[in-house]
């Protein structure tokens, strides 16, 4: 077989970009969280906000290190393996990454040394200034990133003149039709990654380990944050549903395995297997007339399926359909999960259900699967085109040889691998290590003008001056 | 004419402000990942990530801030120039993750540790190198509709020489940078090792410069054949100046250490601004060497220029945020002024 290199690059691009979005999901809501309690720290004096802080800032500083140096990959890859794509879209993206590195990166980067390392050079206070910037960063971060996305989606405001994007209007660009629903069902999605990364592992050590009180605080916060937040999810989530049946209705068609021209009283399909070559599904197992239901708000209303479009205008149905049952099954999940949650508190028994507290400590890596499976219904769910209806992603792949992509691609594939064995590793290594004991906290150094740090200072310079 | 030129001109010194802030900040931490194997104890190599630890994540966000200048303001150059140069983008980004990731995992490891320090001063010298082979492949020019071609066809003696070159310039800064921010024997083996690299970076800076006005003859008419020639040679002798003392300053530092003798600070950080203006001059030099070009010979910045609608966009924001983020930095550094102090915990 012939190796192909658009192919390739296409494989290389998924791999790095999915690579990369596990760790900002992680740490834009986890940026968050520990911003918050810092903050209920300072209010409240309380040592066991300070311990969860101290605690989940190791395991931020080596999510963040990963997202940073994956990131970086994506930034150039877009030049060096879709280099028609950035010639002609550039005027419109690369402003938008700039403002993402000018107003985001930055900020997350400058401050980001401030919050891990500068315990001892700043006071309280201004440490957890810095500790919300960086939070802030991460959000600002996701918002610039996600109106370039966006406008792949949904473009406008935008005309085309000798084959090359130029912008017309930025608010149109920026703010594109589909952009705030993404954007407000991705912030979300981070938020509640974190939320059950911390809940998950809030859970396990109150089964395994003795930081109960801290663990209890943990648990309860997130078990709070999970109830608000994950029906709020579903809210958006159908929103944006509305809209890509409004302005991609081809991807809308495959998320639910529509394959009529137009099919009115569609049925909700809860597992089925779509085949592409006879252009129908197979074992459906379907709830009737539901998909209409939710999508039109009327039993008998009307879908466009994939037919409607020719077959070399269609996405890979299977990918999209399957990942968006997994995302939806997760949030369901998770929904049920923190009602739950919710019960056991009212009923007084929420730190004493061992099976609950097992259950949810299994929950880790459920807001990343939820994450990933959410972009590939989003992104392969946009194919063939890179941006909608415009450009066609295999019209501009870089005419680079086969063997060297081919390269490239197994080297990220055995970095990444390891690095991530590596990453897991050093997490379950800091979560079983556990926080500094609120005795330790205690007796920390906290700010330059600390007693301790002159000592500390008399005593690390002794040994230096009678080397001479 | 000049009006037309204006904004492009604009984001084409921006990108040159970008790359030098890029090549000095990340130039000494990557210095610091070169110089790591000639540290041999567990203490020094400790000390040596946490001079940088603070830092290089910043440092390398400039890296990031010149791709997205290139592809924003000259979406043409950043397309033609991230293709042709795949592979060395491909390798020093391999060597980014690596020395990147090694800061976080080498202080929370034990049996480990050994790779981590691998990683660190393999990832740091890889990328290094790959840029230095990168700048090189630039100046000889590179066949941006030859894709196709062999992936060696850009490895030649002189792109290979600048790789070398420019991982000895970073690691002078790094010399420099430790000699500023460390005390004891690890100051000591800095401005040591310090001296013998100023050496071969003169001598590289040399050895680079007369190649390229051999070879290329459009650079030489440049230099030599125009009124300016003798004001130009003015960046070549103030190098030579920046040298001089920049050497003796390093031989004060072991020799104030040798008598004990009170430690005079000036002579602490003097060495970095100095080795940090070499690295303008040569900079500068390059600038005269190649302007108007972003792909030498092929591809000006005015001609690889995005519409004005995407170069008055960016605008204000790099009006506003660029002052803001050097003010940040600054106070960052500020903050982490003086000895970097081993007994310091970090998160």
């Known amino acids: 077989m012939e190796l192909d290199a658009a192919l390739l690059s296409r494989l290389q691009f998924a791999f790095t970009v999915s690579f990369h979005i596990i760790f900002p999901s992680i740490t834009i809501g986890l940026a968050t969280l520990i911003a918050i309690w810092e903050g209920l720290w300072l209010k409240t004096a309380n040592p066991v906000y300070l311990q969860l802080a101290k605690f989940w800032i190791k395991p931020f500083a080596i999510t963040f290190g990963m997202g940073v140096v994956s990131g970086i990959v994506l930034s150039y890859e877009f030049g060096t393996n879709f280099s028609e794509f950035s010639r002609i879209t550039g005027a419109v993206l690369g402003p938008l990454m700039a403002y993402e590195v000018l107003t985001a990166f930055f900020l997350e980067a400058g401050f980001l040394g401030i919050m891990l390392f500068g315990w001892q050079r700043v006071g309280p206070k201004l440490h957890f200034f810095a500790t919300v910037v960086v939070a802030i960063g991460t959000w600002i971060s996701a918002f610039w990133i996600i109106a370039a996305n966006s406008w792949m989606h949904t473009p406008s405001g935008h ?7 130029q912008v017309d209007s930025w608010w149109q660009v920026i703010f594109n039709p589909s952009m705030p629903y993404r954007f407000s069902h991705m912030l979300l999605a981070a938020f509640i990654t974190a939320t059950f990364v911390v809940l998950a592992t809030s859970a396990w050590q109150l089964l395994h380990s003795e930081h109960k009180t801290m663990a209890r605080k943990g648990l309860s916060m997130t078990l709070w944050l999970a109830l608000i937040l994950t029906p709020l999810q579903a809210f958006v989530g159908d929103l944006h549903g509305l809209n890509v049946k409004q302005h991609q209705p081809v991807k809308l068609a495959a998320m639910e395995g529509i394959w009529p021209e137009r099919e009115a009283g569609a049925p909700l399909l809860l597992f089925a297997i779509p085949d592409k070559a006879v252009e129908k599904n197979h074992f459906e197992i379907a709830i009737p007339k539901l998909a209409s239901l939710i999508l039109t708000h009327d039993p008998d209303g009307e879908l466009m399926g994939l037919k409607a479009v020719p077959a070399n205008e269609r996405p890979n149905v299977a990918v999209v359909f399957f990942s968006f049952r997994v995302m939806v099954g997760i949030g369901l999940l998770m929904i049920a999960v923190a009602l739950l949650g919710a019960y056991l508190r009212w009923r007084g028994s929420l730190y004493h259900s061992r099976w609950f507290l097992t259950a949810c400590s299994y929950l880790a890596p459920s807001g990343i699967i939820a994450v990933l499976a959410g972009w590939y219904v989003v992104e392969v769910g946009r194919q063939p085109w890179l941006v909608q209806g415009l450009v066609r992603t295999i019209d501009v792949v870089s005419p680079l040889p086969a063997e060297r992509v081919l390269f490239s691609l197994t080297l990220f594939v055995m970095t990444y691998s390891l690095l991530f064995g590596v990453y897991l590793y050093f997490m379950r290594k800091l979560i079983k290590k556990g926080p500094p004991s609120a005795g330790q906290l205690e007796q920390q150094l906290i700010g330059v003008k600390a007693s301790g740090y002159a000592v500390a200072l008399a005593k690390q310079l002794k040994p230096a001056q009678e080397q001479h | 004419m000049e009006l037309q030129l204006g904004l492009p001109l604009f984001y084409f010194l921006l990108l040159g402000f970008a790359i030098l802030m890029y090549v000095l900040l990340d130039g000494f931490d990557l210095g610091v990942g070169i110089l790591y194997p000639w540290f041999n104890s567990d203490a020094e190599h400790d000390h040596l990530m946490r001079s940088v630890s603070h830092v290089w994540d910043g ?100 792109s290979l020489f600048c790789g070398l070159a420019v991982m000895a310039g ?60 003798l004001a130009l040679m003015l960046l070549p002798l103030s190098a030579i100046l920046c040298a001089r003392l920049l050497f003796r300053d390093l031989g004060r530092v072991q020799r104030q250490f040798a008598a004990a003798a009170d430690i005079n600070n000036r002579h602490e950080s003097r060495p970095f601004w100095l080795a940090a203006a070499l690295f303008l001059l040569a900079f500068a030099g390059l600038v005269v060497g190649l302007f108007p070009y972003l792909l ?15 170069l008055q966009f960016m605008l204000p924001g790099v009006l506003i945020f660029v002052p803001l983020i050097l003010a940040y930095t600054l106070w960052g550094y500020h903050i982490f002024r003086g000895k970097v102090e081993d007994f310091e915990e970090g998160y």
């Open chain 1, 159 to 165: 005309s085309i003149v000798d084959g090359v994007f």
């Open chain 2, 59 to 158: 440092n390398e966000t400039w890296l990031v801030f010149g791709g997205v200048i290139l592809f924003g303001a000259f979406p043409a150059a950043y397309a033609a120039i991230a293709s042709s140069l795949y592979l060395p983008i491909m390798l020093m980004l391999i060597g980014l993750i690596f020395r990147g990731v090694s800061f976080e995992y080498r202080f929370k490891s034990h049996s480990s540790k050994i790779w981590w320090n691998r990683a660190f001063a393999i990832g740091s010298s890889l990328a290094a190198f790959c840029q230095g082979l990168m700048l090189g492949m630039l100046v000889q020019g590179v066949d941006s509709s030859g894709l196709q071609a062999s992936s060696l066809q850009g490895l030649t003696p002189f």
């Open chain 2, 170 to 229: 970073y690691a002078l800064l790094g010399c420099t940078y430790l000699t500023m921010k460390s005390r004891g024997a690890i100051q000591q083996k800095a401005a040591r090792y310090g001296q013998r690299l100023l050496l071969f970076v003169m001598l590289s800076m040399l050895l680079v410069s007369l190649w390229t006005l051999y070879s290329q003859a459009d650079i030489r008419a440049r230099w030599f054949g125009s009124v300016y020639s």
């Open chain 2, 296 to 310: 030498p010979r092929q591809l000006s910045f005015y001609q690889a220029a995005a519409p004005d609608s995407s």
